[in-house]
């Protein structure tokens, strides 16, 4: 329990200590523990590898995947596969499937299982319009028969604990989430996350932490709490107000793990300008190692801005960084900008598992292209 009051600036309310809960408190999705109640949200372009490492070393409980293509498992595409690569320092870690036919959900589900992921996470919020004319993603919180057909499906072909992750519904105002919730519960999910945002919606407006408290009622599993979550204060309110096991943080984790540390030990120091660089270098040369170097250079480009902003370094920096050609050039200006941070990296890497000791647990065969 923490000691003093607190605000949530976002709604100006103070809450009373008692309330508060510590985010670095056990929870458990059926048998697998949780160390934090923090959870890193799974996002497509974003949730590599590296991203979930990352992540986990600064103090998320629980990783996921971003969105992988049942169809693409099913048809054994390379680049799909490669989706389901597991580091032995990830676990407790998540990888999430969409689809929209019980039966591939379900094959689909017992490969996640077997390359070694701790839950399989089902996603029927993607509100993005190429998966939803599918039937999957956000549709499916319209058509419940099918949603639990589904859930059904993986939590009989799988031993891992099966977690879904909601929207509120698929237009405003909807509350689909609040009745097909507990059905999903009934067909067998262990845990429902909820961002309460309906699919038209996307990201505008806020999410409403009042249907993820109606949801906690309902149910008699652990209910995350998806939306808006930057800072302690916010995590803390969101917790308390909601009765949610948990917080996932998405957007405020982009280019910023101290966000993490920030809302799970209270830890306000900003990093130095070594330490960013350091953080970055270790994520592009993580990145470069999983994706290759043709489809890491492309993919890195966001996460120089989302580093680099927040006044950390001068505009034309970043200008400069997206100029150059190889993520090699991108690493020497990086370490050039900061000269400490080359130490910093060094220790990081000493730290951590280096590629070689990472476990692959599908043939290397399997991941073709990656
Ligand atoms: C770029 C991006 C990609 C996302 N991809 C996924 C995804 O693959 N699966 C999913 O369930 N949610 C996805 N989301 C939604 C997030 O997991 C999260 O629920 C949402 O961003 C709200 O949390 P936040 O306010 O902390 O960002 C994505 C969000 C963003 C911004």
Redesign the pocket.
């Known amino acids: 329990m923490v000691a003093t009051p607190f605000g949530d600036r976002q709604t100006g309310r103070q809450y009373h200590p008692r309330a508060v809960i510590e985010l670095r408190e056990p929870w458990r999705i059926g048998p697998v523990e949780v160390p934090t109640r923090l959870v890193l949200?799974?996002?497509?372009?974003?949730s590599v590898q590296a991203f979930r490492r990352q992540g986990r070393r600064y103090g998320a409980g629980l990783v996921c995947s971003?969105?992988v293509s049942c169809a693409g498992i099913e048809h054994r595409n390379e680049k799909t596969l490669g989706y389901l690569r597991v580091a032995s320092d990830e676990h407790p870690l998540a990888i999430?499937l969409f689809g929209s036919e019980p039966r591939p959900m379900a094959d689909a589900a017992r490969m996640v299982e077997a390359v070694g992921a701790d839950i399989v996470d089902i996603?029927f919020?993607?509100p993005v319009k190429k998966v939803t004319k599918t039937g999957a993603g956000a549709h499916l919180l319209e058509d419940q028969a099918r949603a639990c057909a589904i859930v059904g499906a993986i939590a009989d072909a799988v031993d891992i604990p099966v977690s879904v992750?909601l929207r509120r519904g698929f237009r405003d105002g909807s509350r689909a989430a609040l009745e097909l919730g507990p059905r999903l519960v009934e067909a067998g999910a262990a845990s429902l996350t909820l961002?309460p945002r309906s699919a038209q919606q996307m990201?505008t407006g806020t999410?409403d932490h009042s249907l993820t408290a109606e949801l906690v009622s309902l149910v008699d599993v652990p209910v995350v709490a998806?939306?808006?979550?930057t800072s302690r204060a916010r995590a803390q309110a969101v917790l308390a107000t909601t009765g949610a096991e948990a917080v996932?943080?998405?957007?405020?984790a982009q280019g910023n793990p101290w966000a993490l540390r920030e809302i799970v030990d209270g830890d306000t120091g900003e990093p130095s300008r070594e330490e960013v660089a350091a953080e970055l270098v270790l994520f592009v040369r993580e990145t470069v190692r999983e994706l290759g170097e043709r489809r890491a250079s492309g993919f890195l480009k966001k996460f120089y801005g989302w580093y680099l902003g927040r006044g950390r370094f001068p505009k034309e920096f970043k200008q400069e960084l997206l100029q150059l050609d190889s993520t090699e050039e991108i690493e020497r200006r990086l370490l050039a900008a900061a000269p400490g941070a080359r130490e910093i990296v060094e220790r990081l890497e000493a730290e951590v598992p280096s590629g070689a000791e990472l476990t692959l647990e599908l043939p290397v065969s399997v991941y073709g292209g990656g």
């Open positions: 949200a799974p996002m497509a372009g974003v971003e969105m999430q996603n919020g993607c992750k961002h990201y999410a998806s939306g808006d979550v996932m943080v998405g957007r405020g």
